[in-house]
């Protein structure tokens, strides 16, 4: 009997797999690429929600974590991850510099917004008001880790290239079998494909299209990440993602041309330079209406678990949840009403 299968290997799975490793339990991941949020994501970790200067949902105490899990998958799988970027907000305005200041006065805040203004001497960027600094930020290189941890899996014979088809489980007293494997728990991490799970769709998992355009500049040659309407992120080799779009009504897969135009446009606002774009991508963040991760177990099936719902910050959140989601099914521990997925009623 396995003790765990775990359905989707974005950043809710594979977190929740470091939880299974570190604790010695068998497990089988299945995962058929029909979602891409994690692999398409920015890969940006920054606490504060630059819109409002404020700081984002738990993300000082999930920072405190976050990072030393991401090091240790780095030492694990012997591949560079994390790296130190610094985020510059890019002021509109002389009363946004104010509010900055102001923003940095707060207890908590305080500590990741650096109080002096930045001055920009990039000559290929118009940034007439200055820059905030947000201090502890970086890059998660996820794609990198995906792929790397699944070899590790391959590995291990415990990954799956294929779709896990909802029909096949047959639910028996006390355990789970899927096709024809008993297993005590399934974990269901599917991101956005949690629309096809008969078992969950019942949760209020709204989505969110976004999609970035892949630009190339030569002189540009820019080392922080500038967030004005949209970020600009260094990748490297005069590589730059810019976004990202935020929509709520379309949830197909793929790119589309409005994105690209929107972030152009966006993008010419500070932009002195002249770029070619070399790639669009696209992905839909798993938002929730509440604005709160989905975490828990069945509520008429105590082996079959939820963890998603990780909307836009799946970096800083991926490894708690996944903590407090192992130690509810292992140890009994109750879940936080707020993340709690039976704060929802079944339909
Ligand atoms: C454009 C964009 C930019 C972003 N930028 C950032 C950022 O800079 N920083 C940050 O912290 N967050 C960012 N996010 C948000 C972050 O990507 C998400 O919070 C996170 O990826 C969600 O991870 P997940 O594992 O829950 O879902 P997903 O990444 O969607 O993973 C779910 C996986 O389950 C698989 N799956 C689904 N159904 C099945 C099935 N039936 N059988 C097998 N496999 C299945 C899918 O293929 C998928 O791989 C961004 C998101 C987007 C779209």
Not at 109 to 116: D, I, K, M
Not at 165 to 188: A, M, N, Q, S, T
Request: aromatic fraction near 10%.
């Amino acid at each position: 009997m396995l003790d765990y299968i775990v359905v989707g290997f974005g950043l809710s799975g594979m977190s929740f797999v470091e939880e299974l490793e570190n604790n010695n339990k068998t497990y089988r991941v299945y995962e058929d690429f029909s979602q891409k949020s994690s692999r398409v994501a920015g890969g940006l970790y920054n606490p504060v929600i630059l819109k409002r200067f404020t700081l984002a949902w738990e993300a000082s105490e999930q920072i405190k974590e976050a990072i030393p899990f991401y090091k240790s998958i780095e030492a694990k799988l012997n591949k560079k991850l994390v790296s130190e970027l610094p985020v510059l907000r890019r002021f509109n305005a002389a009363e946004e510099q104010n509010k900055w200041i102001e923003a940095g006065d707060k207890p908590l805040l305080g500590e990741f917004l650096c109080p002096e203004l930045i001055r920009n001497e990039n000559e290929h960027l118009d940034i007439p008001f200055h820059y905030g600094k947000v201090k502890h930020t970086g890059k998660i290189d996820i794609k990198t880790m995906l792929s790397s941890y699944a070899a590790y899996l391959e590995e291990k014979n415990a990954f799956c290239n294929q779709p896990f088809e909802y029909e096949d489980v047959v639910v028996k007293e006390g355990f789970i079998e899927y096709r024809g494997v008993p297993c005590r728990h399934i974990v269901f991490a599917e991101g956005f494909g949690l629309k096809k799970n008969p078992f969950f769709n019942y949760l209020p998992l709204l989505g969110n299209k976004g999609e970035y355009i892949v630009i190339r500049s030569l002189e540009l040659q820019l080392k922080e990440a500038v967030k004005s309407s949209i970020f600009i992120i260094p990748l490297g080799n005069d590589l730059y993602k810019v976004g990202a779009t935020y929509n709520n009504e379309d949830k197909s897969a793929e790119i589309t041309i409005t994105a690209r135009e929107e972030l152009e446009k966006k993008l010419q606002k500070f932009l002195k330079t002249p770029y070619e774009v070399v790639d669009q991508v696209s992905g839909i963040r798993p938002t929730v209406r509440d604005r709160r991760p989905l975490v828990g177990t069945h509520p008429n099936n105590q082996n079959i678990h939820v963890l998603n719902g990780l909307g836009s910050r799946g970096i800083l959140i991926a490894p708690s949840v996944a903590k407090q989601l192992y130690a509810h099914i292992e140890l009994g521990v109750s879940l936080s009403k707020e993340i709690d997925s039976n704060r929802f009623d079944t339909l």
